[in-house]
């Protein structure tokens, strides 16, 4: 689960990370009086969408007045902000913050997050901050550090001042820096993150370090530890059918493709859009229903799943084990009647209860093609939409 840095700042202040003094507007006269209200008298707006290189987009402004802070949440709010992680169709900035702009000397980058590899969280430090870590990885590595975090141990006090040292920080600002990495792990740790990046953070021109920019990501399979979290949920920043499938405990991904697919279990539904790009066609989604899915949840997912305009053509791709083929069947019968079905249809159903799920949709009258394995179902939505 993504959230809006302003929300992002709000925790790191409960965690003992100095973040700039600031609030989110909704309009530019809030954005005036938040300026009017802060200690300096110069300011910093920035659009709050999910999608870093805001920057780069034009949505970071630096003014001078609160009377310019009012221009420059009037030329945002309302506004498509296109950045290099929103695709060219660009995210509606609804809220921006206001921040008081500080001078400082030195940008850094720290982030924390998972190391599939090492099974642990891992902490990275970098000199290069301001940059995209991604870019600085390919071009410089030697500017990144890193220390692995045993989760039985936590973070200790030495691998604090290893990363501290590292960035040559000396004195109160390597205590000050070791105190931060030892905050943002707890942070880390405590809100189940997958997820928690800094950058820059920043030495101010008076020897402070201060977090300019914020941004967590939470595991979603943690939210039912921290039901204060979902509070954080801002709707307009998710997917239309991917925040309709969550209402339903779906598992459903929107891609860039015109082949919809319901597949229950995500390895076989990997494997599922693996065949049909083999076959030359491409996935308009990922939707595993599940191995618990009544006929109710069914009949969501496909009805979700027809709610996309690109579908051309659904592949029905189900093996029987925990969720029953009749079952699954049943969904797609009482789908489909309250439901207009335009697209072709492919059914490939292996497993318990197979006979009866081929019998439901025969009587149905709808009009499908059965498929025998997996290749096959595959290739023949493949030419289906060609």
């Not at 009086?33 to 630096?62: C, E, F, P, T």
């Not at 169709?89 to 997050?113: C, D, N, S």
Request: hydrophobic share 45%.
């Amino acid at each position: 689960m993504k959230i809006h840095e302003y929300q992002a700042k709000t925790l790191f202040a409960r965690f003992g990370i100095p973040v700039p003094e600031g609030a989110v507007a909704g309009t530019p006269d809030e954005a005036r009086d938040i300026a009017a209200k802060l200690s300096q008298n110069r300011y910093v707006v920035k659009a709050q969408i999910h999608a870093g290189g805001r920057g780069k987009g034009g949505g970071v402004k630096l003014v001078e007045s609160p009377e310019e802070v009012y221009e420059a949440a009037r030329n945002l709010l309302g506004q498509n902000l296109v950045t290099p992680q929103t695709g060219p169709e660009g995210r509606l900035v609804r809220q921006v913050l206001v921040e008081a702009a500080h001078g400082y000397r030195q940008e850094f980058y720290v982030g924390l997050t998972l190391d599939r590899n090492l099974a642990q969280p891992v902490i990275m430090v970098s000199s290069a901050g301001g940059m995209d870590i991604e870019e600085v990885a390919e071009k410089t590595p030697e500017l990144i550090f890193r220390e692995a975090l045993n989760p039985r141990w936590g973070f200790l006090a030495f691998q604090g001042g290893n990363l501290a040292q590292r960035l040559k920080w000396e004195g109160s600002l390597f205590r000050t820096g070791a105190a931060l990495f030892a905050n943002l792990y707890r942070l880390f740790s405590s809100l189940d993150a997958s997820l928690a990046e800094i950058n820059p953070l920043v030495v101010t021109d008076d020897g402070r370090l201060l977090a300019l920019d914020a941004k967590i990501n939470i595991d979603d399979n943690a939210l039912f530890r921290h039901p204060e979290m979902e509070e954080l949920v801002d709707p307009n920043e998710m997917d239309p059918l991917e925040l309709e499938a969550s209402r339903y405990k779906l598992n459903y991904i929107r891609l860039d493709g015109n082949i919809g697919a319901m597949v229950n279990g995500a390895g076989l539904a990997m494997a599922t859009m693996d065949l049909i790009k083999q076959a030359g066609a491409e996935p308009a989604n990922f939707l595993d229903v599940g191995g618990g899915a009544d006929a109710e949840v069914t009949a969501q997912g496909f009805r979700i799943i027809l709610s996309d305009e690109r579908v051309k053509a659904i592949l029905i791709n189900i093996f029987g084990g925990i969720l029953r083929c009749d079952v699954l069947a049943q969904g797609v019968v009482e789908a489909a009647k309250a439901v207009q079905i335009k697209v072709p249809i492919i059914v490939r159903l292996e497993g318990t209860n197979k006979e009866e799920g081929q019998r439901l949709l025969n009587d149905s009258g709808i009009d499908f093609a059965v498929a025998y394995d997996l290749r096959d179902a595959a290739e023949k939505v493949a030419n289906l939409v060609r």
